[in-house]
């Protein structure tokens, strides 16, 4: 096995150590340990994917201090469905993450002849990164409680970007380009067509497998998943 495959393989194990270790402590202690421990994996994650060439990022730390700042850490990933809790977004992202670079992974050892071109890393990163759009969306209260209402800006910036296109727009602000196309619509597509053109959507799926592999695995994280919090009506 080539050292940068080895390297991709041990930080998706990493990962996995980690959201093992989530599922089973609360409280801002907790919080804390993992806080840290994800900051380092992102870090990795974009510093590896910028010596590839594949994904280039101008600025890691920009990176990490627009997710601290602007609460990814501590966001729920909704209001009154799954994930509606503190850290839920960031527990919604790191499942999808993680699910996704197992697909990857188990395609290209099942059929090694004919490997997709999307490496582990850029499937964490569209895992990590695919519902980033959603820092705009929610805040959280001075007490950091979860919080219970939405910032209606939201949804006059997004009203014609749409929900997944913000999420690409955040990522070019801050300054991450050089995104491969089928890394492009997977973050685009992970809802699958709902919200956009089903001719469109059949097309790009059809051209780039990762497109429907995200797609499922945002849903085993959306549906399969359950929340260990309780939902807050606004």
């Not at 929610?138 to 949804?155: A, E, V």
Request: glycine share 6%; hydrophobic share 30%.
């Amino acid at each position: 096995m080539c050292k940068n495959k080895e390297d991709e393989e041990f930080l998706l194990s990493r990962s996995k150590q980690l959201f093992l270790l989530r599922k089973k402590g609360t409280g801002d202690e907790y919080f804390n340990f993992t806080y840290h421990n994800i900051k380092s994996i992102l870090e990795e994650l974009l510093k590896r994917l910028n010596d590839s060439g594949r994904i280039k990022t101008s600025c890691v730390y920009s990176v990490t201090k627009y997710l601290y700042e602007n609460n990814f850490y501590e966001l729920p990933s909704s209001i009154n469905f799954n994930y509606d809790y503190r850290s839920g977004l960031l527990d919604h992202s790191f499942a999808c993450a993680i699910y996704l670079a197992e697909m990857v992974k188990s395609v290209n050892t099942v059929n090694p002849d004919k490997q997709l071109d999307i490496s582990i890393d850029e499937a964490l990163f569209i895992g990590f990164f695919h519902d980033i759009c959603k820092t705009k969306e929610f805040k959280i209260d001075k007490t950091k409680s979860l919080c219970k209402y939405k910032d209606n800006r939201w949804y006059e910036d997004t009203s014609v970007l749409g929900h997944s296109n913000l999420s690409l727009q955040i990522l070019r602000d801050l300054g991450i380009t050089n995104i491969s196309d089928g890394v492009t619509f997977a973050i685009k597509y992970h809802m699958g067509y709902w919200g956009h053109n089903r001719d469109e959507y059949l097309d790009v799926y059809q051209k780039y497998p990762i497109v429907g592999m995200t797609h499922i695995a945002d849903t085993i994280t959306t549906f399969w998943e359950k929340g260990n919090g309780c939902s807050d009506e606004e």
